[in-house]
């Protein structure tokens, strides 16, 4: 079955840097593009970047462009967010699912309705 595991998160100064990883299982990796999401509690899970399975092009929501790198190791089934310059307001769990092209969408819609546990990121002083 389809799984997504990620982790890296943890506890970071404002300012500072983590680098995320999802380990994925269950499909054909390198045929899907990939999104980093991400939920506050109490809020609606939002898409962070994507990386498409081709070109390997990335897209990011305007709120970290500059500050996150997402990448891609298709030979380790993997997906990274490099975060750098973080801010409290980048305080979330972070989740990543496989990515399907819609017409109407500016991104990659998510593949599967399997999510992981996701890594929590706590950005404080």
């Known amino acids: 079955q389809v799984q997504f595991v990620e982790s890296g998160g943890g506890l970071v100064q404002p300012g500072g840097s983590l680098k995320l990883s999802c380990v994925t299982s269950?499909?054909?990796?390198?045929?899907?593009?990939m999104n980093w999401y991400r939920q506050v509690p109490g809020k609606e899970r939002e898409i962070v970047a994507s990386?498409?399975?081709?070109?390997?092009?990335?897209k990011y929501v305007d709120s970290v462009k500059g500050r996150f790198t997402i990448s891609r190791d298709n030979a380790k089934n993997t997906v990274y967010l490099q975060m750098n310059s973080l801010k409290s307001e980048d305080t979330a769990v972070y989740y990543c699912?496989?990515?399907?092209?819609?017409?109407?969408?500016?991104?990659?819609?998510?593949?599967?309705?399997?999510w992981g546990q996701g890594t929590l990121v706590t950005v404080s002083s």
């Open positions: 699912n496989a990515g399907v092209p819609h017409p109407d969408m500016e991104y990659p819609l998510a593949a599967f309705p399997s």
């Open positions: 269950g499909f054909t990796f390198k045929t899907y593009a």
């Open positions: 990386i498409t399975s081709t070109d390997h092009s990335t």
